[in-house]
C-alpha cells in the first residue's frame, strides 16, 4: 500500500479539494437538498486557504490528493460552557478509492497536532447521522458524541 502523506494545501490544490468537497456533499444533498449543496464550493475553500484561524490539510498517495481537512480556531463563546479555544473539524473526506487505508486517520491526527499547538483545548465536529463509516472513524479514534443537533425547516430555500 502506498505511503500516505498528509501536508497543508495550497492554491494548486483546490482543484483535487473541491472535487473531493463535491463528492462529500452529494450525499448530504441527496438527502436534505433543502439544506445541502452539492457544489459551488472553491471559493468557499480559496478563503479557508487564506484564512489565518483555518488550516486546511491534504492527502497525498502516489502525487494524488486522495484526502482533504479544514480546521478552523475559535474560542468558546457560550456562557454554559467553559472559556476555552477550541478547533472546530468542518470538514473531511477521503475519495473512494483511499477509503479503509488509514486516510482518515491520518488527517484527523493533522487536525489534532495542528490544534495542540494552536492552543487548543477541545476539537468538535459534526456528522450526518447517516455517515456510518465516519461515525465509526471517528469513535475508533476517540470522538464521543457529546450532543444532538436538531432542525427543522421554517421556509423554503433556494
Not at 472559556?83 to 482518515?104: F, P, Q, S, Y
Request: a negative charge.
Amino acid at each position: 500500500m502506498a505511503e500516505v502523506i498528509v501536508r497543508r494545501a495550497r492554491e494548486t490544490d483546490l482543484g483535487a479539494i473541491n472535487r473531493l468537497g463535491e463528492a462529500l456533499m452529494g450525499p448530504h444533498a441527496d438527502r436534505l437538498p433543502e439544506i445541502f449543496r452539492r457544489d459551488g464550493m472553491e471559493p468557499y475553500w480559496r478563503k479557508c486557504l487564506d484564512a489565518e484561524d483555518h488550516a486546511v490539510f491534504v492527502a497525498e498517495r502516489q502525487s494524488s490528493v486522495v484526502g482533504v481537512a479544514l480546521a478552523q480556531l475559535m474560542d468558546e463563546t457560550s456562557p454554559v460552557c467553559h472559556a476555552m479555544k477550541l478547533c472546530r473539524l468542518n470538514t473531511i473526506v477521503v475519495d473512494e478509492t483511499a477509503r479503509g487505508a488509514g486516510v482518515g486517520r491520518a488527517l484527523i491526527e493533522a487536525v489534532e497536532v495542528y490544534a495542540r499547538e494552536s492552543g487548543a483545548a477541545d476539537i468538535r465536529l459534526s456528522v450526518a447521522d447517516f455517515n456510518e463509516a465516519a461515525i465509526a472513524v471517528y469513535r475508533r479514534m476517540g470522538y464521543t458524541i457529546r450532543t444532538h443537533m436538531m432542525g427543522k425547516l421554517i421556509r423554503e430555500t433556494d
